[in-house]
């Protein structure tokens, strides 16, 4: 079975890649926590993560914007002392700053999915590279949507994490045209 040439033989990065990353992801809760994990990951491996995802969710009450939200600098505090998380004072509180926002925009009557698939007009762009390596990092609908998102006040949200982000929740296909998991390769 042919997979994209970044994945490793670790069998949550297998699992991961066969059963999660690419596919179209509309559910609101899933989306913020694929969004702030991304952040987590700047300067780090997506493995890394990954591994440390059920912490997350632990520490971070599986990703619930309103208890989130209310969330104070005693939590940081106590999250920077949680080896099972990675303790960066900053991409903590972006979290509890993203939920804070994600709730904002709730208030005016903007849903979050909705918004999210909006900067690719509602449909997968799918993407033909025969090679991971030839796939951009960015793109002018990454930029659009880290803007937009900066603009809401969300943080750790450039474009690069807004573009993997895209990757991972399925609004961009980059499976390699070889990968089993490519749409073209799935419907045969």
């Given amino acids: 079975m ?4 970044w994945v490793t033989q670790d069998p949550l990065y297998l699992a991961y890649h066969d059963r999660e990353w690419g596919i179209p992801q509309t559910d609101a809760r899933a989306l913020f926590e694929m969004l702030c994990l991304e952040g987590q990951q700047a300067g780090l491996s997506w493995l890394t993560v990954l591994k440390k995802r059920d912490n997350y ?4 009450h599986d990703f619930d914007a309103n208890a989130i939200a209310l969330m104070d600098e005693q939590d940081v505090a106590r999250l920077m002392q949680d080896a099972g998380i990675i303790r960066n ?3 903590i509180a972006a979290i509890i700053a993203n939920a804070r926002a994600l709730l904002a925009m709730e208030a ?11 900067f690719v007009d509602n449909a997968p762009i799918v993407h ?30 450039g474009t690069t ?16 045209t070889n990968c089993f998991c490519h749409p073209d390769n799935l419907s045969r």
């Fill in 161 to 176: 994490i807004c573009y993997s982000f895209m990757q991972a929740c399925g609004l961009i296909s980059d499976h390699q």
């Fill in 2 to 5: 042919q997979r994209c040439g």
């Fill in 57 to 60: 969710r632990r520490a971070f």
């Fill in 128 to 157: 033909y590279h025969a090679d991971y390596k030839q796939a951009p990092t960015t793109s002018a609908r990454s930029d659009a949507l880290s803007k937009a998102l900066k603009q809401r006040g969300f943080k750790f949200i």
């Fill in 89 to 91: 004072r900053a991409k």
């Fill in 108 to 118: 005016k009557g903007e849903d979050f999915a909705r918004f999210v698939w909006e």
